[in-house]
Nanobody, 119 residues
Framework: QVQLVESGGGLVQAGGSLRLSCAPS????????RAWYRQAPGKQRELVAQITGGGSTNYADSVKGRFTISGDAAEHTVYLQMNSLKPDDAAVYYC?????????????WGQGTQVTVSS
């Protein structure tokens, strides 16, 4: 089982930037997908960005051009660079890894990190 540790959340003014990190621990054969989701109070959890094992990326329309997802090849850490933050970006952000281990696919979630954007 892979455990994920997130960091980088906090309070930022609108227009500012934050970088979230998510580091895995545990053993696995390969990474299928890494992604960031977010959930604001009273709203459903939504996909923000994802990166496949091959490096392909996808973004929610609301963050395109402002957020960048990237993955570290050596440590497998996944990052979410968030620029030009808006109050609507405020939420708890969760990272998730889909990994292969012993021929089976598993999904792990981080504990969540709070992002607060002041107007």
């Amino acid at each position: 089982q892979v455990q994920l540790v997130e960091s980088g959340g906090g309070l930022v003014q609108a227009g500012g930037s934050l970088r979230l990190s998510c580091a895995p621990s545990g053993s696995f054969s390969s990474i299928v997908r890494r992604a960031w989701y977010r959930q604001a109070p009273g709203k459903q959890r939504e996909l923000v960005a994802q990166i496949t094992g091959g490096g392909s990326t996808n973004y929610a329309d609301s963050v395109k051009g402002r957020f960048t997802i990237s993955g570290d090849a050596a440590e497998h850490t996944v990052y979410l660079q968030m620029n030009s933050l808006k109050p609507d970006d405020a939420a708890v952000y969760y990272c998730t890894f889909d990994i292969m281990s012993l021929g089976k696919r598993y999904t792990s979630w981080g504990q969540g990190t709070q992002v607060t954007v002041s107007s």
